[in-house]
């Protein structure tokens, strides 16, 4: 079975500075492995996702993630955050088009 | 590409009623999904339909929850005797057959409380 723990349940932040939000899973196969943005009251939205290929992935808002099979890590970076990054993040991981696994998220709090 | 829709997006039922929710997935999308998100949780897993058919229901899925999509397009998910533990989002997402299957598309989700 996978699983995924976001070890940060907040993480504070001054505007234009650099955010790192990690996540870690685990699984005995390949996975697939996303980000989603969840503002208040409302669904989640697709940030990036790691399919195959290059282990740097580019997303939306200016977001990116690095993909590490050795720490079996998949963490969320952003070089300048903006106040309207104020969010919560999930990271996500499938082996398939079944279910996602998600974590249990982390509020990012950017403040002025 | 209207994106997923979910009707009604609040709902405040007394214990005992039962509740109904409709998802709307992203036309030609074949697969739907259900999760449930309590508060400061990720969403959990709920059921997957392919089609009209209900391929995996979690052990969350209690008899007092049923979930149809009868003609492959839009699902509901009802929630019969309702208890203040299902107090939660009810999330929905679909999935399209061709291009990337894996990459799910949620809707707004409906917030249940039960009082």
């Known amino acids: 079975a996978q699983s995924v723990t976001q070890l940060d349940s907040q993480v504070p932040v001054f505007e234009e500075a650099p955010v790192e939000l990690r996540c870690n899973y685990s699984?005995?196969?390949?996975?697939?492995l996303f980000w989603y943005v969840q503002y208040p009251n409302q669904g989640l939205q697709l940030l990036l996702k790691y399919l195959s290929g290059s282990t740097l992935v580019k997303g939306i808002n200016g977001f990116e993630a690095e993909f590490n099979k050795s720490q079996t890590s998949f963490h969320l970076r952003k070089p300048s955050v903006h106040i309207s990054d104020t969010a919560e993040y999930f990271c996500?991981?499938?082996?398939?088009?079944?279910?996602?696994?998600f974590g249990t998220g982390t509020r990012l709090l950017v403040s002025p | 590409d209207t994106g997923v829709s979910q009707d009604p997006r609040h709902k405040i039922t007394k214990r005992g009623q039962n509740v109904t929710f409709r998802c709307d997935p992203i036309?030609?999308?074949?697969?739907l999904y259900w999760y449930r998100q309590t508060l400061g949780q990720g969403p959990e897993f709920l059921t997957y339909?392919?089609?009209?058919?209900?391929?995996?229901k979690s052990r969350l899925l209690s008899d007092r929850f049923s979930a149809e999509r009868p003609k492959g397009s839009f699902s509901t998910l009802e929630i019969q005797r309702t208890e203040q533990g299902d107090s939660a989002m009810y999330l929905c997402?679909?999935?399209?057959?061709?291009?990337?299957?894996?990459?799910?598309?949620f809707g707004p989700g409906t917030r249940l409380t039960v009082t």
């Open positions: 339909f392919q089609n009209e058919a209900q391929l995996e």
């Open positions: 699984s005995s196969v390949s996975v697939y």
């Open positions: 996500a991981v499938n082996t398939g088009f079944q279910k996602l696994v």
């Open positions: 036309s030609e999308h074949n697969r």
């Open positions: 997402a679909s999935s399209p057959n061709r291009g990337y299957p894996w990459e799910q598309y």
